[in-house]
């Protein structure tokens, strides 16, 4: 676990479900950063104020955490998670103590895996990642960056997520299907086939509601990491 003091990036309501878990935890809180933040605490830690009061601290005396949520797309979280990474900033990985992660499980920088979630034997988690509150990703799923697994969320074995994706409240997705990069599997669906990307699927079983989302060539984020 890093000793450093963390800064939680937003002050809504992921960030404060995060900055309890980091309590919970006993981990070190210096604070959260958000200029339009409703509250000028969350569990008596401090709004420190807008984004710029990172930059008062150096990237090797703090890591940060993202707490932007996500309802849909993923784009906001990628560009916040990239704008300090790039600066030589790092990021704190959050796993609740009552998660479930196989001891092989692979968790990439920055991953939040909440409470109750369940990660089984041989499953890969990219940068930047949400698995969350009851979520379960079973035996060798490929999860890539900046992708968020939505509360109640199952992921049969062997499923692959790729960049950006956003599976919603509740969803399913059975064995060894692909979703393809920042698309959209709307809450309750059930996926029963390949989804290509950029696309917003709903239903059951879940068909193409949206095409042609907007794309994460124009963001600079068509190579981000896994």
């Given at each position: 676990m890093e000793n450093e003091p963390i800064i939680v990036l937003g002050g809504g309501g992921h960030a404060s479900v995060l900055i309890a878990t980091l309590l919970l935890q006993g981990r070190a809180?210096?604070?959260?950063?958000?200029?339009?933040?409703?509250?000028?605490s969350i569990y008596r830690v401090k709004c420190l104020g807008d984004d710029d009061e990172i930059?008062?601290?150096?990237?090797?005396?703090?890591?940060?955490?993202?707490?932007?949520?996500?309802?849909?797309?993923?784009?906001?979280?990628?560009?916040?998670?990239?704008?300090?990474?790039?600066?030589?900033?790092?990021?704190?990985?959050?796993?609740?103590?009552?998660a479930i992660v196989a001891h092989d499980v692979r968790l990439s920088e920055g991953v939040q895996i909440m409470a109750a979630a369940v990660l089984q034997p041989g499953s890969q988690v990219g940068a930047n990642c949400i698995v969350n509150t009851g979520a379960v990703i079973?035996?060798?799923?490929?999860?890539?960056?900046?992708?968020?697994?939505?509360?109640?969320?199952?992921?049969?074995?062997?499923?692959?997520?790729?960049?950006?994706?956003?599976?919603?409240?509740?969803?399913?997705?059975?064995?060894?299907?692909?979703?393809?990069?920042?698309?959209?599997?709307?809450?309750?669906?059930?996926?029963?086939?390949n989804v290509p990307a950029r696309?917003?699927?709903?239903?059951?079983?879940?068909?193409?509601?949206k095409t042609k989302m907007p794309g994460s060539t124009k963001l600079g984020l068509s190579k981000a990491g896994g």
């Open positions: 809180v210096l604070g959260f950063v958000d200029s339009a933040a409703p509250m000028k930059w008062r601290h150096r990237p090797v005396e703090v890591r940060l955490v993202n707490g932007l949520g996500s309802i849909g797309s993923n784009i906001a979280r990628s560009q916040l998670f990239h704008r300090f990474k790039d600066k030589g900033y790092r990021f704190a990985s959050v796993v609740h103590p009552t079973d035996h060798h799923c490929k999860i890539g960056a900046h992708v968020h697994v939505g509360p109640g969320a199952t992921l049969s074995g062997q499923v692959h997520l790729a960049v950006g994706v956003h599976i919603g409240t509740g969803a399913s997705v059975i064995q060894s299907l692909r979703i393809g990069s920042w698309s959209v599997v709307g809450a309750g669906a059930a996926v029963v086939r696309v917003t699927v709903v239903g059951l079983p879940a068909r193409v509601l």
